[in-house]
């Protein structure tokens, strides 16, 4: 009750908060959160006067002698900047429970009530829900409901699924009408929550539902081949008790908004699974190009400019090779790219087969490997992003950079694209030939070949010169200019009438456009050394490990030996001067040997030799808890090198006996601090051998870490590619063999990793 003449209003600690004064040595105040202790001068004689009954002269004006104006006034503006005090009205309506709450989050608690009044909820129902139960879950928060969505305050979107083909009239009703809108599914063992989509600002339905799509495409593919559209149905499964929870949750934040409480997770979809009560919230994706409410010229308008690079400055602690931020780094700033819901990737996890040392983690489902064709779709289910590393986090990084690698290159629809014929493009276009690189005979036995080969070999159609494709420009750094390429060889998924396929070839993610570049080059690089040497079966000089010095290659190799498997490595390095490596690891003491492989590229040569031993690392779960000659892969190729691949019988693993093993010394490494130095020094190298170097910058807007495709025509893929060039040329220049290997002679066993 108010003290007698109080005309203003009252100062009150905040609703939610009990001050109790312990006499000489502060306040206690209370609340649900815990205890918070206020000390200082006068401030026992001021809070025994702030108890909700005066007003501000009130306060004042019975102040104790010791204690001045200016005293407590100091005091009074402490506790308000700290949220503690407050001034409210000398007579409110409301529950106090009901003002208490709304103190306890931070608003002015009569004009949050006063607003909640005042306030209409647009309630809209699809996919079959409970229309009168909303209605009554939202009355009974003190909500009015109302059928005019253009009147209301805020509206409330209940579906059975966030997929719900209706939702996209929805969300143009309220970009309309600029009603903002809460969406939820109350049904179901999991119920979701939110967001509330805001008209004005970026982010809407569109852009949620393409992320959850990207969780479902197997969904997807099954409804197409079916002849239906949105998500399939599923049976309902809920009780009274977790329907009524999930309205009342609802109708809670409703209410909240209406009564101004805003917070990030109202920009965010939370899922209750309500057998086990766990929560979690999930960012909703923006998306700069949704033609909904970005600008979907995005992405085509960035294919018109030059691919420019500045100078990139290196930073330590990266582990598996020079970058430009550190695995922590880059961890933190897409975290939120993980997501079961809303990410990219479902979870992050390490492959338990095998020793945490092998540090082999998994990001969830390859996007390269998406389809839209049933008769594939089990087999690409079973394909996975992954990651390696030194330690667990460079692993994990690594797996999270290779999901947005993946999905970066993953035909979306708003690419530039250019339709006609190599013909009609002229002199613009590149010629696929020049990197698919099939032999003309590989063509006359593809269908045998490809009914007993994994997908990754399969050989494609004879390319069409006058045939109609779509077509992307890419920039040449060579020719300083763009050249136009297929789509359907640029981006996993797009249409290319059956004459090609993506493949990941120098795609690269990176922490600054200069690193992606980089880590791109190195992987032509590699890929090419890695076919030179595999399909020509050449003995390659050893690579001396233990002058290397690395403790942590040499801890490797003692955790392969307790596992009775033996490791070693050769040297690769072509033509091109970059140092390539492969570490090979084989089980000893009799049985399949079980040999696995990782590749490694880089100028300094102790960091390619790392890369190899981590991507070996990465490979080993798929044999190391396996059963002799027992394998959980569908790819026949890998299984049968598996089966029977030996160093006897395959004796190009093992080192050349005529040669030293290489050391460290033997690379004429000179380390530069800035990337830019590396990518001028790796490229300067490719042209140099007479090869032109391409980039398409595949950043999404939506995702921010620098994704790019480095295309080097003429330089060799390590899947069977058997065209006349550098496969059979350059290991006669550089002393391998004597004569180009016959076709005939290739290696008959395709690389299969």
């Not at 004689?45 to 204690?67: C, K």
């Not at 083909?165 to 179901?188: E, I, Q, T």
């Not at 909240?256 to 979809?269: F, I, M």
């Not at 007479?690 to 025509?713: E, F, N």
Request: hydrophobic fraction near 40%.
């Amino acid at each position: 009750m108010a003290a007698d003449g109080a005309k203003g209003p009252l100062v009150a600690f905040r609703r939610h908060l009990r001050a109790e004064i312990a006499a000489g040595e502060g306040v206690y105040l209370f609340s649900e959160d815990g205890v918070t202790v206020l000390k200082g001068s006068a401030i026992e004689s001021v809070v025994s006067l702030v108890d909700g009954t005066r007003d501000l002269s009130g306060v004042l004006g019975g102040l104790p002698d010791d204690v001045s104006r200016e005293q407590a006034g100091g005091v009074l503006a402490s506790l308000t900047r700290a949220g503690l005090v407050t001034f409210r009205p000398v007579r409110e309506g409301a529950d106090p429970s009901t003002l208490a709450y709304w103190d306890a989050g931070g608003l002015d608690a009569s004009t949050a009530f006063a607003a909640t009044t005042t306030a209409t909820v647009g309630l809209h129902v699809v996919g079959g829900l409970d229309a009168d139960a909303a209605t009554t879950a939202l009355r009974a928060a003190g909500l009015s409901v109302t059928d005019d969505a253009d009147r209301a305050t805020v509206g409330v979107v209940l579906c059975d699924d966030y997929l719900n083909p209706a939702l996209a009239d929805l969300d143009a009703a309220h970009r309309a009408s600029g009603v903002p809108w809460l969406l939820a599914k109350p049904g179901g063992t999991r119920t979701w929550l939110g967001p509330v989509f805001e008209p004005a600002k970026a982010g809407c339905w569109h852009c949620l539902a393409r992320r959850l799509w990207g969780h479902r495409n197997a969904e997807r593919c099954l409804q197409g081949s079916l002849g239906r559209q949105g998500p399939a149905s599923s049976p309902a499964a809920a009780t009274p008790a977790s329907s009524a929870m999930a309205l009342h949750l609802v109708a809670a934040e409703a209410l909240k908004w209406v009564a101004g409480l805003r917070y990030p997770g109202q920009r965010k979809v939370w899922t209750l699974d309500t057998l086990d009560l766990r929560g979690a919230h999930h960012d909703i994706p923006v998306y700069p190009q949704c033609r909904a409410c970005g600008d979907p010229a995005v992405v085509r308008e960035r294919s018109h400019r030059p691919v420019r690079l500045t100078p990139r400055r290196k930073v330590a602690g990266t582990g598996g090779g020079h970058r430009s931020l550190t695995p922590e780094q880059v961890r933190d700033r897409y975290c939120h790219l993980i997501s079961p819901v809303t990410g990219i990737v479902k979870e992050i996890k390490r492959d338990t087969r095998g020793p945490a040392f092998f540090n082999s983690y998994r990001s969830g489902a390859n996007a390269a490997a998406r389809t839209r064709d049933v008769g594939t779709l089990r087999a690409m289910l079973r394909m996975a992003n992954g990651g390696k590393g030194v330690t667990p986090v460079h692993a994990e990084v690594s797996a999270l950079c290779e999901a947005i690698e993946r999905y970066s290159g993953t035909f979306h629809g708003d690419e530039e694209r250019v339709t006609g014929s190599f013909r009609s493009l002229g002199a613009g276009a590149i010629h696929p030939n020049t990197c698919l690189l099939y032999d003309e005979r590989q063509f006359a036995d593809r269908a045998a070949w490809n009914r007993t080969h994994a997908p990754f070999q399969h050989v494609a159609e004879p390319f069409d010169p006058d045939a109609v494709l779509d077509w992307t420009p890419v920039w040449s750094m060579t020719e300083e200019r763009h050249r136009l390429m297929p789509t359907a060889m640029l981006y996993y998924g797009a249409p290319g009438n059956g004459y090609m396929t993506a493949d990941s070839n120098g795609s690269a993610a990176g922490s600054s456009l200069e690193d992606a570049v980089l880590q791109g080059l190195l992987e032509v690089v590699e890929r090419d050394a890695v076919a030179l040497w595999w399909y020509n079966r050449t003995r390659q000089p050893g690579v001396d490990l233990a002058a290397f010095d690395d403790e942590w290659t040499a801890e490797a190799r003692r955790v392969h030996a307790r596992l009775g498997r033996a490791v070693w490595a050769l040297d690769l390095t072509t033509d091109l001067g970059v140092p390539v490596m492969v570490a090979l690891s084989r089980r000893v003491g009799g049985g399949p040997e079980d040999i696995m492989m990782g590749f490694g590229a880089h100028l300094d040569p102790c960091v390619a030799l790392r890369r190899a031993v981590t991507e070996l690392n990465q490979m080993m779960p798929a044999v190391v808890d396996a059963r002799p000659g027992e394998y959980d892969c569908d790819d026949p190729d890998a299984v049968r090198w598996w089966r029977t691949a030996t160093v006897a019988n395959q004796p190009y693993l093992t080192r050349d006996p005529a040669v030293r093993p290489r050391v460290p010394g033997d690379y004429g490494y000179t380390p530069s601090e800035d990337l830019l130095v590396d990518v001028t020094t790796v490229r300067a190298r490719v042209e140099h051998a007479g090869h032109s170097v391409l980039v398409l910058d595949q950043t999404r807007p939506d995702i921010g870490l620098p994704v790019v495709k480095v295309i080097v025509p003429g330089l060799r893929h390590f899947w069977s590619r058997f065209a006349p060039g550098r496969l059979f040329d350059v290991p006669v220049r550089l002393g391998r063999v004597a004569a180009p290997t016959r076709y005939e002679d290739l290696n008959p066993l395709p690389m299969f990793l």
